[in-house]
RNA sequence: GGGGCCGUGGUCUAGUGGUCAUGACGCUUCCCUUACAAGGAAGAGGUCGGUGGUUCAAAUCCGCCCGGCCCCA
């Protein structure tokens, strides 16, 4: 039995240790996809620390694991550790203080794990603490063997399909990280820099014009220059050609109405590549290709003199040379927006390089549709992939040159560049130590083979976690069959996502998994919002703003956290509240406390098994018990954790303890009585049962301390006993536990709610009689008189309020009524009178109007107008002239004295 | 620059056409009542960002403005 107050410093671990240690959240296997709710945890980058994100995220998805557990059956919860990106690369780069580049890839990999097993071992260990019910049995990492096989499965596949190509294009380019990216991986920066004015010559005439530019190294690249069709000033100079100084370059003159004319002269020089307007004006206009700057920021022959310089100092030697020269007008510093690299902040080039792309463009309708299938949590996101999807402007690079990742399973012929795709059978493979499977090129015979060496995206491998979670194409038997290992888990029933990378992960992952099994991956999509500072503004290291959830946590029970995560409505963000965790600490120790004081009450010994006759106030409570239920239940469906966790925590608090468990008290002391132990010990239960999805610590602790026959983990350690031993009493080592139970069914009983009603509100006049009169509550009054049907509750209102002679009268006492106002049905006498409303309003209000009859025949008459009973409530006052003060409630009427 | 979300007592928040606007925290007063004073009871406190419109009726729908945040350029 629960005593002494809460120790949830001793509780959470141990419950969080046997939950694992017994695999209670294991994932048993169904062949039917409705008895299992299956989540595709999104796998968080493995970096070292835990934020407020993992903790929020983490949690919300727990309760809707712990719940869909309880509601449904058997609930999929894996998890999974991202390891295979520049994230991890860095990291081990950092960690180790080594450069990728300096180690052959096997070894930088095996450096990569090493440092990753680290990382991952104690995230393990704070997700555990955290008492998220993931199966641990089913983890996975993105750079293991199998996730490796799958990822180069899905190249495979969707190269056979015709939706992967590889093509010499424009790439953005990371020179920092030495690698192609993706548009997402970029985002824009306020930077400083100079803009250079210099002279065009148009050929052929004395004329020339100003072109303003902030990269003069990119003169060599020019290969157009860009006039605004509505500029006419410098509309003449269309179709001309001008010369590019010092390099001598003839480039003609177009028209196109990207350019802005607001900046410096109005005329535009494009080049190959200096921006992403470069790249579209090349592929609408068909430019040719001037590459001046290499991959390693060097500059290439056609930059002439300055071959072999870095292009920032050939930028310079330029601009010496061109103020040589007389073609620099001016230069003055300025500051615009540049495209960097959101991990390393280094500005992007636009270069031409040889990259492996997955078609996307085509199918923007079907991805659209596949998203239009899925619910969102909430509705409102899909808007946010909507608009996403129309904006697409790439297709998907999937190519990076990096050490860490999963290769490209491909090797290029010597002679013809035909590419050679690894054998299904032999992935995963690393074709920079394994050999080609054919032994000649299929096109034309060549014996030699040059592997790839690039590596996917992060993205083409974390896009598969619905197929990594389901086992597809694991092959046992049949290396090229694409079945799944578990397919009753896919689609996955839910997928959880932050609402910043709605973008591109869930994009990504929707378009990948739709390829491969034409259909969407998901049935619904759960968007989370960002964790805020006290402040609502993001939690960010340069603002020195960031709460770490581990000195939190050292503070504050896990339950009140996550009692905190469940106050937000989904998709909104959540800020961090110190007093919305010890609101959550407050509702834990009032849980023990009343549970005490119910095993008190109404020991297991002491409770009827059959449903005893139920006195009309028990009945009352376990009827609105029901109701509680089936709300709670539809709150947590449509994943409205606030109004769960609000209505259920106030229906506890004030329902239950201060209203029935206070009444429940005095007639159990006094009498005895077998109708409110039983309603007592039931209703707990249910309560551990509804509150378990979010409270998961200390109603596991309780329901073992009152309810389940294995020992609770609270006394094991009090006692000083081994842990396992306790644990034992479950047969088979398996132990109960209250997340493991079925979430409560409604007792259906037949109860008159209004009758309950009324008679807490006569309790709740007579507290208000005491409050205002300064009395105790537990003062007593000698003579209360009740007017109204309250003849079941007389023994409880009295005992309650300490009321030594309670007496129900037959008829309304004897008090005058003055009639003080008339309430109009808005929704009735709205529509009904219309524009005529405003004149009923003024006879009421100016008297001119009379009542005739009573109840459902009254009539009302205002000025011309007669409206009948259901379109108004008469106000009343009334007045008494008698002996004692009169209360008045809403369906009775009170007398005390 | 384009798109989206949001603005409700001091703070946070519920509330997508029906007239005394929900709750929590904080505040005031009272009560140590044998589960809990980290508790209980009662109160004070809001022209629902501003403005114009639609409607018999607007926190709610529409326009504009102000402020904040997010995504994208």
Request: net charge negative; hydrophobic share 35%.
């Amino acid at each position: 039995m629960p005593s002494g107050s809460y120790d949830p410093d001793t509780v959470e671990p141990a419950w969080q240790d046997r939950w694992v240690d017994h695999g209670t959240y294991a994932y048993d296997a169904v062949d039917d996809p409705d008895l299992s709710f299956s989540i595709d945890t999104p796998p968080p980058t493995v970096s070292g620390d835990l934020h407020w994100g993992h903790v929020y995220g983490a949690t919300l998805q727990d309760f809707v694991a712990r719940f869909e557990r309880m509601a449904n059956g058997g609930v999929f919860f894996p998890f999974g550790y991202d390891d295979n990106g520049i994230a991890s690369e860095r990291l081990t780069e950092d960690e180790l203080d080594i450069e990728h580049a300096d180690f052959e890839r096997h070894e930088f990999q095996r450096k990569c794990r090493e440092v990753c097993a680290d990382y991952e071992a104690d995230f393990t260990e704070k997700m555990q603490s955290l008492g998220v019910s993931i199966d641990w049995g089913h983890t996975y990492q993105t750079i293991e063997p199998r996730v490796q096989r799958i990822s180069q499965r899905s190249f495979i596949d969707l190269y056979e399909q015709g939706r992967e190509y590889r093509r010499r294009a424009p790439t953005i380019w990371c020179p920092d990280c030495a690698t192609a990216i993706s548009q997402v991986e970029t985002e824009d920066d306020e930077r400083g820099s100079h803009f250079h004015d210099i002279a065009f010559e148009v050929v052929g005439s004395d004329e020339s014009f100003t072109i303003s530019t902030t990269r003069p190294e990119l003169l060599p690249a020019c290969v157009s220059v860009f006039v605004h069709p509505e500029d006419e000033e410098n509309q003449h100079l269309v179709g001309e050609s001008a010369r590019v100084p010092l390099f001598g370059q003839e480039v003609p003159t177009i028209a196109d109405e990207r350019v802005d004319m607001e900046t410096g002269s109005g005329v535009v020089m494009c080049c190959t590549f200096g921006d992403q307007t470069d790249i579209e004006w090349y592929q609408a206009h068909d430019l040719p290709l001037r590459i001046a700057i290499d991959e390693t920021g060097t500059m290439t022959e056609q930059a002439g003199d300055y071959a072999g310089m870095p292009s920032d100092e050939a930028g310079e030697a330029i601009v010496a040379d061109l103020d040589e020269t007389g073609a620099l007008l001016d230069k003055r510093a300025i500051t615009h927006t540049v495209n960097v690299h959101e991990r390393c902040a280094t500005p992007v080039e636009f270069l031409v390089t040889e990259q492996w792309y997955v078609e996307i463009l085509d199918k923007k309708e079907e991805y659209l549709q596949a998203g239009r299938e899925m619910d969102w949590y909430p509705e409102k996101m899909f808007t946010r992939y909507r608009h996403w999807i129309e904006g697409l402007e790439w297709d998907w690079c999937i190519s990076r040159q990096r050490s860490s990742g999963i290769p490209f399973p491909v090797w290029y012929c010597d002679d013809c560049d035909e590419p050679v795709l690894a054998d299904k059978a032999d992935l995963p493979v690393d074709p920079l130590s394994d050999d080609p499977p054919v032994g000649s090129c299929p096109e034309c015979g060549h014996e030699e083979f040059t592997p790839e060496d690039d590596v996917f995206d992060t993205w083409a491998t974390s896009s598969l976690t619905p197929l990594i979670n389901a086992g597809w194409a694991e092959g046992k038997d049949d290396p090229a069959s694409d079945a799944m290992a578990r397919p009753e888990l896919y689609p996955m029933d839910m997928r959880p996502q932050g609402h910043d990378i709605i973008s591109f992960w869930l994009f990504h992952t929707v378009v990948k998994c739709y390829e491969h099994t034409g259909e969407p991956p998901f049935d619904s999509v759960m968007i989370n919002g960002m964790v805020l500072d006290e402040n609502r503004e993001k939690m960010s290291k340069s603002k020195g703003n960031i709460v770490a959830p581990d000195s939190v946590l050292a503070e504050y029970p896990v339950d009140a956290a996550r009692y905190w995560a469940a106050g937000s409505s989904v998709g909104d963000d959540l800020p961090y509240k110190e007093k919305g965790i010890v609101a959550g600490e407050r509702l834990l120790q009032k849980l023990w406390n009343a549970s005490k004081l119910v095993d008190e009450l109404a020991p297991a010994e002491s409770v009827p098994d059959e449903r005893p006759d139920l006195a009309a106030l028990d009945e009352w409570l376990l009827a609105r018990l029901d109701e509680e239920i089936e709300r709670a239940a539809e709150h947590l469906e449509d994943r409205a954790f606030s109004k769960y966790r609000d209505s259920l925590r106030s229906f506890f608090w004030h329902t239950f303890c201060d209203d029935y468990l206070e009444i429940a008290k005095g007639r159990i002391r006094e009498t005895d009585d077998p109708s409110a132990r039983y309603t007592l010990r039931t209703a707990h239960e249910r309560f551990l049962k509804l509150f378990a999805p979010v409270l998961a610590h200390v109603t596991e602790e309780l329901w073992h301390e009152m309810y389940a026959d294995a020992d609770p983990v609270g006394a094991t350690v009090e006692a000083g006993t081994d842990d396992a031993t306790a644990a034992d009493g479950g047969a088979a080592g398996i132990v109960d536990s209250v997340h493991t139970t079925d979430w409560p069914e409604p007792l259906g009983l037949d109860a008159d709610i209004a009758a309950g009603e009324r008679a807490l509100e006569v309790v709740g006049a007579l507290r208000k009689y005491k409050s205002e009169r300064d009395l105790a509550l537990n003062a007593g009054l000698g003579r209360v008189q009740v007017y109204g049907d309250v003849a079941d509750y007389v023994d409880d209102i009295a005992r309650a309020m300490h009321v030594d002679e309670l007496e129900l009268l037959e008829e309304a006492p004897a008090v005058e009524t003055v009639v003080t106002g008339i309430d109009l049905d808005y929704s009735v006498v709205g529509p009904e009178f219309g524009g005529d409303v405003p004149d009923i309003e003024a006879a009421i209000e100016g008297g001119e109007y009379v009542l005739e009859d009573e109840g459902d025949d009254a009539v009302l008459l205002a000025g011309e107008f007669e409206l009948t009973a259901e379109m108004f409530d008469v106000e009343r006052e009334r007045r008494y002239d008698g002996e004692g003060d009169l209360l008045e409630t809403d369906g009775a009427v009170v007398i005390v004295g």
